[in-house]
């Protein structure tokens, strides 16, 4: 018989350490977090040192919400394991949840140090190089995925989206006809060239690409553009639809509550229904159809 302190001197059971880290995945996949918490902690309390023990806790304190304790346990887990991909894109997406991007930046700096030809690591450091407003430098990043992989549709939007924010505007619609060609259901890439024909006033184009992105996926920020390119087009019933369909998706939205002032403004004066929206501009005088289509009068109204 061991003496009764003998045990601590033993490695605990690998059967009990794993049967607890399956029980926690399990509970954490059907959304019971309290549930997957307990079987972590005996996990942890078997195997204290334990990196993916600690990542999985993480995760699931991030889902219920305790954002410290999350990045507190990606931080143990780093601890653990310094090389960790996912210990560090998980300290990373829990800084960028607590808004601290220049730390998060950071965090994806240190594992391009050791895993430079991680695609995921340099499309979300170009992302947060974009949300501080260091458009330059999500370029740099963009390129570094589109280098490892030209067929990235997302590198190619993200890098439109930061030329366009620096006014590259010809070199942003060629990554955003890239990335749709690449992808034609990109929704991303298509919300962008309704930014961008709307800086140039093209509202009959801008109209179309809202259109075809609002088919595969609503969203507020959508429905908001389409409203603006309306109310760009004076066509107010239509702009005010737009912005009643955005405010109902997203009532804190206060840009909308302030365009569909505009816009029930400006029906009391003025309202038009300019047609379906084909082309605006797209084809050239001359090209086959151009001569015959009926909307052609209003499209010289509203194409520069």
Same mark, same amino acid.
């Given at each position: 018989?061991?003496?009764?302190?003998?045990?601590?001197?033993?490695?605990?059971?690998?059967?009990?350490?794993?049967?607890?880290?399956?029980?926690? +995945?399990?509970?954490?996949?059907?959304?019971?977090?309290?549930?997957?918490?307990?079987?972590?902690?005996?996990?942890?309390?078997? $195997?204290?040192?334990?990196?993916?023990?600690?990542?999985?806790?993480?995760?699931?304190?991030?889902?219920?919400?305790?954002?410290?304790?999350?990045?507190?346990?990606?931080?143990?887990?780093?601890?653990?394991?310094?090389?960790?991909?996912?210990?560090?894109?998980?300290?990373?997406?829990?800084?960028?949840?607590?808004?601290?991007? $220049?730390?998060?930046?950071?965090?994806?700096?240190?594992?391009?140090?050791?895993?430079?030809?991680?695609?995921?690591?340099?499309?979300?450091?170009?992302?947060?190089?974009?949300?501080?407003?260091?458009?330059?430098?999500?370029?740099?990043?963009?390129?570094?995925?589109?280098?490892?992989?030209?067929?990235?549709?997302?590198?190619? =939007? =993200? $890098?439109?989206?930061?030329?366009?924010? #620096?006014?590259?505007?010809?070199?942003?619609?060629?990554?955003?006809?890239?990335?749709?060609?690449?992808?034609?259901?990109?929704?991303?890439?298509?919300? =962008? +060239?309704?930014?961008?024909?709307?800086?140039?006033?093209?509202?009959?184009?801008?109209?179309?690409?809202?259109?075809?992105?609002?088919?595969? +996926?609503?969203?507020?920020? #959508?429905?908001?553009?389409?409203?603006?390119?309306?109310?760009?087009?004076?066509?107010?019933? #239509?702009?005010?639809?737009?912005?009643?369909?955005?405010?109902?998706?997203?009532?804190?939205? $206060?840009?909308?509550?302030?365009?569909?002032?505009?816009?029930?403004?400006?029906? +009391?004066?003025?309202?038009?229904?300019?047609?379906?929206?084909?082309?605006?501009?797209?084809?050239?005088?001359?090209?086959?159809?151009?001569?015959?289509?009926?909307?052609?009068?209003?499209?010289?109204?509203?194409?520069?």
């Amino acid at each position: 018989m061991l003496a009764p302190d003998a045990t601590e001197r033993f490695l605990p059971s690998v059967d009990r350490l794993e049967s607890a880290m399956h029980a926690a +995945r399990r509970a954490f996949e059907r959304g019971d977090t309290d549930g997957a918490l307990g079987q972590l902690g005996v996990a942890l309390k078997l $195997k204290p040192e334990y990196d993916a023990a600690w990542i999985l806790k993480g995760h699931v304190l991030q889902k219920a919400g305790d954002r410290e304790a999350a990045l507190d346990a990606f931080m143990q887990s780093l601890k653990c394991s310094g090389d960790s991909k996912e210990g560090w894109m998980g300290l990373a997406s829990a800084l960028h949840e607590l808004g601290r991007l $220049k730390e998060e930046a950071e965090a994806y700096d240190r594992l391009l140090a050791f895993d430079p030809l991680s695609i995921e690591a340099w499309i979300d450091k170009g992302a947060v190089l974009h949300e501080l407003k260091d458009y330059s430098g999500a370029i740099r990043c963009y390129e570094e995925v589109l280098a490892l992989r030209p067929e990235h549709g997302a590198a190619w =939007n =993200n $890098k439109g989206a930061a030329l366009l924010r #620096l006014g590259q505007e010809a070199e942003a619609a060629g990554c955003f006809e890239e990335a749709l060609h690449l992808d034609p259901d990109c929704v991303d890439a298509m919300a =962008n +060239r309704v930014y961008l024909y709307e800086t140039k006033a093209y509202h009959g184009e801008a109209v179309l690409w809202a259109d075809r992105a609002l088919r595969i +996926r609503e969203a507020p920020g #959508l429905w908001y553009a389409k409203g603006l390119a309306h109310l760009g087009l004076l066509e107010s019933t #239509l702009a005010m639809r737009s912005f009643e369909r955005a405010l109902a998706l997203d009532p804190t939205l $206060k840009e909308a509550k302030a365009a569909l002032r505009r816009a029930t403004a400006l029906r +009391r004066k003025s309202d038009f229904y300019r047609g379906a929206y084909e082309c605006f501009g797209t084809h050239l005088a001359g090209d086959p159809g151009c001569e015959e289509c009926e909307i052609r009068p209003r499209c010289r109204e509203v194409t520069p």
